[in-house]
C-alpha cells in the first residue's frame, strides 16, 4: 500500500518538474524578451527624440499648428518628446505580448494573433486621423486668410467650415479602415454630405430664391460700385 | 534658351550694351518703349554696338510682332547723325516659372553670352520713357564705373506704398544706402554684376517673380558693388486692375525682402546708420494725374484682420503691439490713425516670425495684407493736403523710425534664435 502511496506521490512529483522544466526556459526566454525589448525601446526612444530634435520637428510642428493644439489639450510635451515616447511605448507592448507569447500559454495565443492582424490597420487609422488634422489646421488657417482679404464677413465660418469638413472625412476614413460599422459610416457620410449640399440647392433655388435674388443683386451692385471707387494706387 | 535665339546670338557674338525689355501682353505700350530705347541708344551711344532683348513671356496680343515691326524711320527728325551701328532687336520667349524674374534671367544669359559692357532693363507698359532714360541708366555704368544704377521717379504722393512704408525704409535700415526706389523696375547694371547674379541659384523662388527687383538691389549693396542712382522724371504706367495683384505682388516681394534679410543676417547686424548713394540726373517738378485712394474699403480690410486675423497675429506680435493694435482698430475712419512706431515694429516681428518659421511663410505674409491696408490707409488720411515735398520728409521720418528700432529687430532676432 505504502508503495503505491509512494509510487503516485513522485510520479505526480515527477510530473510538476517536468511542467516546471518546461515552462522555465518558456519563462527565462520572456524575462529576456522584456530586457531587450525594453532598452530596445529606450534606444530607439533615444535615437529618435535626437533625430526629431536635429530635423527641428518642434519648429516644423508648431508651423502646422500641432503644437498649439496639444498645448490646448494641456500636453506638458513637447512634439518630439511626444512622438519618441508614442514609439517607446508601442515598442514596449509589442514586447509584453512577445513576452506573453513566449509562455506558450494557449489562451493567450489567439488574442495575440489577432492583435497582431489588426496592428497594421489600427496604425493606419492613427496616420490618417494626425494627417487629417494637420491639412484641416493647414487648409482652414488658408481659407481664413483668403476670406479676409477677400473683405468676407463670415471669414472664420468658411475656415471653420473647411476645416470641419476635412476633420469628418478624415474621421470617416479612419473608422473605414479600422472596419468600424463600414456600411454606416460610409452612409452617414453620404446622407450628411448629401443633405448639406442639398440644403444648399433648395435654399437657393427654391426656398430662398428672393434672398439668393437679392444677393446676387447686391454682389452684382456693389461690384459695379467698387469698379467706380476702386483704389488706384500702384503699390510698387 | 531656344536654339533659334542662341543661334542668333552666335552670329551676334558680342556687343557692348544691352537692353532688356520683358514684356507680357503689353501691344499699347511697348512700341512706344522699343522707340524710346532706340532714339536713345543712337542719341547717346552712337558709336556703341547695342542689342535689344524682348524677353517675352507668351503674349497672345501681338506684342512680340511689335516688338519686331517697331523702328525709326528717319533719325532726322530725332537726331542730327546717324548710328555707327544699327540696333539689332531679338524677340524670345523665356523659360521657367511665369515672371518679371524668369525674364530677367533670359537678359542676364544673355548679357553674359555678348559679354556687354553695361546692360539696362526697362518695363515694357511704361508710357513716360524718353530716349534720356538710357543715357541715365546706362552712362554711369558704361563710362563711370558704377555696377548698379537705380530709378529714380517723380510719382505721385500716394504711388509706390510698398516701397514707401516698407522695401525703402527697411533695406536701407539694414543695408546702410538710401536707394529711393529700390523696387523701382527700371535698371542699369554691369556685365560682371550680371555675370554674378547668374551664379545664384534662386530661380525657382519668388525672385523669380516680383521678388528680383529688391533681389537686385540688395545683392548690389550687400555684395559691395558700386551701386548709384539716376533720376528719371515722372514714372507712367499703363493702366491697369489695381487691385488684382496687391496678394501676389506684396508677397513675393516682402518674401524677397524677408528672405534676402536671413541671408544678410551677419552683415545687416553690423550696419548702423544710412548714408546717401551718388545720384546723377537733373532733379525737375513733373504734374502727376491724381490717385483716386479708398480709404473706408482699406481701414474696412484692417478692421477686418483685426476681428479674424489676431489668432494668427498674437504668434507673431508681443503682446503690448497686439493690444496696441486692437485699440486703433476701434478708432473711427475719421480719427484713423496707425503710428509709425507701430508700424516699424511690427514689420521687425514679422521679419522675425518669418526667419523662425514658426507659421507657415505664406500664410504669415498673406496676414500681414490687411496690417499694410491699415498702415496705407492712415499715410493718406493723414497727408490729404501735403505737398508731395511735405509727404517725401514723412517717408524720411519713418526711415529714421526703422534705423532708430533697429537695436529691437536686433534683440528680438537673437532671442528668438536662442529661444529655438
Redesign the interface.
Known amino acids: 500500500m505504502s508503495e503505491i502511496w509512494r509510487t503516485a506521490i513522485v510520479a505526480s512529483f515527477n510530473k510538476f518538474l517536468g511542467k516546471v522544466a518546461t515552462f522555465l526556459p518558456n519563462l527565462l526566454a520572456m524575462i529576456t524578451i522584456l530586457i531587450i525589448g525594453f532598452i530596445t525601446a529606450w534606444v530607439i526612444k533615444t535615437i529618435l527624440l535626437r533625430f526629431l530634435k536635429a530635423i527641428q520637428f518642434d519648429r516644423v510642428s508648431e508651423r502646422w499648428g500641432l503644437t498649439h493644439v496639444l498645448s490646448r489639450g494641456g500636453m506638458a510635451y513637447s512634439p518630439a518628446s511626444l512622438v519618441s515616447r508614442f514609439f517607446y511605448w508601442v515598442i514596449v507592448l509589442i514586447t509584453l505580448i512577445l513576452g506573453i507569447n513566449a509562455l506558450e500559454v494557449a489562451a493567450t495565443q489567439n488574442f495575440i494573433a489577432q492583435f497582431f492582424s489588426y496592428l497594421p490597420n489600427l496604425f493606419a487609422a492613427v496616420i490618417i486621423l494626425v494627417i487629417g488634422y494637420l491639412i484641416a489646421i493647414f487648409l482652414g488657417q488658408a481659407a481664413l486668410i483668403a476670406a479676409v482679404n477677400a473683405q468676407m464677413e463670415s471669414a472664420k465660418l468658411l475656415s471653420r467650415s473647411v476645416r470641419w469638413f476635412i476633420i469628418i472625412l478624415s474621421l470617416t476614413m479612419a473608422l473605414y479602415h479600422l472596419g468600424i460599422a463600414e456600411k454606416v459610416i460610409v452612409a452617414a457620410f453620404s446622407i450628411t454630405f448629401g443633405g448639406i449640399v442639398l440644403a444648399l440647392a433648395i435654399a437657393f433655388g427654391w426656398g430662398g430664391r428672393e434672398l439668393a435674388k437679392d444677393f446676387l443683386e447686391r454682389l452684382y451692385l456693389k461690384k459695379k460700385k467698387e469698379d467706380g471707387d476702386h483704389n488706384h494706387l500702384s503699390h510698387l | 534658351m531656344e536654339p533659334s535665339f542662341q543661334i542668333q546670338l552666335e552670329k551676334i557674338q558680342e556687343t557692348d550694351i544691352l537692353i532688356g525689355i520683358p514684356s507680357y501682353n503689353n501691344v499699347r505700350t511697348i512700341g512706344h518703349v522699343v522707340r524710346a530705347v532706340i532714339a536713345g541708344l543712337a542719341k547717346y551711344f552712337p558709336k556703341a554696338k547695342a542689342i535689344l532683348i524682348n524677353s517675352d513671356g507668351g503674349s497672345t496680343d501681338g506684342t512680340q510682332e511689335e516688338v519686331r515691326r517697331v523702328q525709326i524711320e528717319d533719325y532726322k527728325t530725332i537726331l542730327t547723325s546717324h548710328p555707327v551701328h544699327p540696333i539689332q532687336k531679338i524677340v524670345t520667349p523665356y523659360h521657367g516659372i511665369p515672371g518679371k524674374g524668369s525674364s530677367f534671367r533670359t537678359i542676364f544669359e544673355t548679357t553674359q553670352i555678348l559679354n556687354a559692357k553695361a546692360c539696362a532693363v526697362v518695363d515694357s507698359d511704361l508710357r513716360s520713357i524718353t530716349p534720356e532714360w538710357m543715357e541715365l541708366l546706362l552712362r554711369p555704368v558704361y563710362e563711370e564705373g558704377f555696377d548698379y544704377v537705380s530709378p529714380l521717379y517723380a ?1 505721385h504722393k ?6 514707401n512704408s516698407i522695401v525703402y525704409p527697411l533695406t536701407r535700415a539694414l543695408y546702410g544706402k538710401r536707394v529711393r526706389q529700390p ?1 523701382g ?1 527700371d535698371f542699369g547694371f554691369s556685365g560682371k554684376l550680371a555675370k554674378f547674379y547668374l551664379t545664384k541659384d534662386v530661380w525657382e523662388t519668388d525672385v523669380a517673380r ?1 521678388g528680383i ?1 529688391i533681389w537686385m538691389t540688395t545683392l548690389a549693396i550687400a555684395e559691395g558693388y558700386k551701386v548709384c542712382q539716376s533720376y528719371l522724371g515722372a514714372k507712367i ?1 499703363d493702366a491697369k ?3 488684382s495683384d ?2 501676389p ?2 508677397t513675393q ?1 516682402v518674401s524677397s525682402v524677408y528672405g534676402l534679410m536671413v541671408h544678410y543676417q551677419p552683415l545687416w547686424k553690423g550696419v548702423e546708420e544710412s548714408q546717401p548713394v551718388p545720384t546723377f540726373g537733373f532733379h525737375y517738378e513733373v504734374g502727376l494725374e491724381p ?4 480709404l473706408e ?2 481701414i ?2 484692417f478692421r ?2 483685426v476681428k ?2 489676431m489668432e ?1 497675429w498674437r504668434k507673431v506680435l508681443v503682446s503690448e503691439t497686439v493690444l496696441w493694435l486692437e485699440s486703433i482698430a476701434k478708432l473711427s475712419n475719421e480719427g484713423f490713425s496707425f503710428p509709425q512706431d507701430l508700424w516699424v515694429r511690427m514689420i521687425y516681428d514679422f521679419s522675425v516670425a518669418y526667419h ?5 511663410r505664406e ?1 504669415l505674409l ?2 500681414m ?2 496690417l499694410y491696408l491699415g498702415r ?1 490707409a492712415s499715410f493718406v488720411r493723414e497727408n490729404q493736403e501735403s505737398s508731395a515735398q511735405e509727404v517725401e520728409e514723412k517717408i524720411e521720418s519713418l526711415c529714421k523710425v526703422f534705423e532708430e528700432m533697429k537695436p529691437y529687430l536686433i534683440e528680438r532676432w537673437a532671442k528668438e534664435k536662442g529661444g ?1
Open positions: 510719382r500716394f504711388d509706390g506704398t510698398i516701397t523696387i523696375g516680383f527687383d504706367h486692375d489695381p487691385g496687391l496678394g505682388m506684396f516681394v490717385v483716386p485712394v479708398n474699403r482699406m474696412g480690410s477686418l484682420g479674424d486675423l494668427i523662425r518659421g514658426s507659421i507657415h500664410h498673406k496676414s495684407i490687411p496705407v529655438g
